[in-house]
């Protein structure tokens, strides 16, 4: 077996018993759930002031490998504003999507046409239809999940999959992966070693982020690792690679902003919450990219880490609810 196999295999097996350890805890959180949990719209309640601090939350943290549906969660319910719900957290990603736009237009442009040429021409091996290629494989598997996860859990908002349990444990198991993958790592591969297999592995670690907590940059940063890929090279991956998703994900939610009939009150902080989002999530990029130049992952394990230990403690103490 090969050192990148080997270490895959290290990856599957703890993300294996990462997800059976959420599920455990999901079936223990359901049977706590109320059955007469609040249905109404959670949107309704945020002024603007909140809607710009939870962009500023967003914009930060989808970028970070520190799972920013975990802090759009977490956050606001210290805070004592309630959960924001599914359909805000993900329309405020549109804001940060605008941002990744903005920041990565060259390298998709550049991306776009050489694929373009390359399938002209039947040169398969350029370096931008290999990534073009691992961009749409690697975005697959997360939508097969998602798409099951609305059929089979369709009022998300009040899943036990969204609990605060469920987010503490997450974000440990993350941190010990990243943990793992920083160790065992070469971090010796560029980006234009990539080949069409990476974006078919980073996508599959992708389809984890839709358990809370998780992080979808966190996971594919950790498979990238994993795979002896440049701490830089696959935060920049990551970051393009996840320009699919997370547009697909506020598109989808935008037909439910529209059937709910906003009003302006409604719609005002939404608008201020995308601006907020879209600037922060614009300077998170090109932190975090300058910052893995020159450093390693280690803080971010250790965020993650007393992240989950500090909910798991809020709950046993009975100061938050680990619904």
Request: glycine share 8%; with cysteine.
């Amino acid at each position: 077996m090969t050192r990148i196999t080997s270490k895959w295999v290290n990856f599957c097996s703890a993300v294996v018993l990462g997800i059976g350890l959420s599920l455990t805890l999901n079936r223990l959180a359901a049977s706590q759930t109320s059955p007469d949990a609040a249905t109404s719209d959670p949107m309704s309640h945020l002024n603007v002031f909140q809607a710009i601090v939870l962009g500023f939350v967003q914009g930060v943290t989808e970028f970070l490998p520190i799972s920013s549906t975990a802090h759009l969660k977490v956050v606001p319910v210290l805070l004592g504003w309630g959960d924001p719900g599914v359909s805000f957290t993900a329309i405020i990603q549109l804001g940060s999507i605008a941002s990744v736009l903005w920041y990565f237009w060259a390298d998709l442009t550049q991306v776009t046409t050489g694929a373009i040429k390359a399938i002209q021409k039947s040169d398969y091996k350029a370096y931008e239809f290999r990534m073009a290629v691992g961009i749409i494989l690697g975005t697959i598997p997360i939508v097969i999940c998602g798409c099951l996860l609305k059929v089979l859990v369709p009022d998300l908002d009040n899943s036990p999959l969204r609990s605060m349990t469920t987010i503490a444990i997450a974000s440990i198991v993350m941190a010990s992966l990243l943990a793992l993958a920083e160790r065992l790592g070469t971090h010796k591969r560029s980006l234009e070693d990539l080949q069409k297999r990476d974006g078919v592995l980073m996508g599959l670690a992708q389809s984890l982020s839709l358990i809370p907590g998780v992080s979808r940059s966190g996971s594919t940063l950790t498979a990238g690792l994993f795979m002896d890929i440049e701490r830089s090279t696959a935060a920049r991956f990551s970051f393009l690679l996840g320009i699919p998703v997370i547009t697909l994900a506020g598109l989808v939610e935008l037909k439910d902003v529209f059937d709910h009939q906003l009003t302006m009150s409604q719609l005002l902080p939404l608008g201020f919450g995308l601006i907020s989002s879209a600037v922060f999530s614009y300077l998170a990029i090109a932190w975090l990219l300058q910052y893995l130049k020159t450093k390693d992952t280690w803080v971010f394990v250790w965020y993650r880490l007393a992240f989950g230990l500090f909910l798991l403690g809020g709950i046993a103490l009975g100061k938050i609810s680990p619904n």
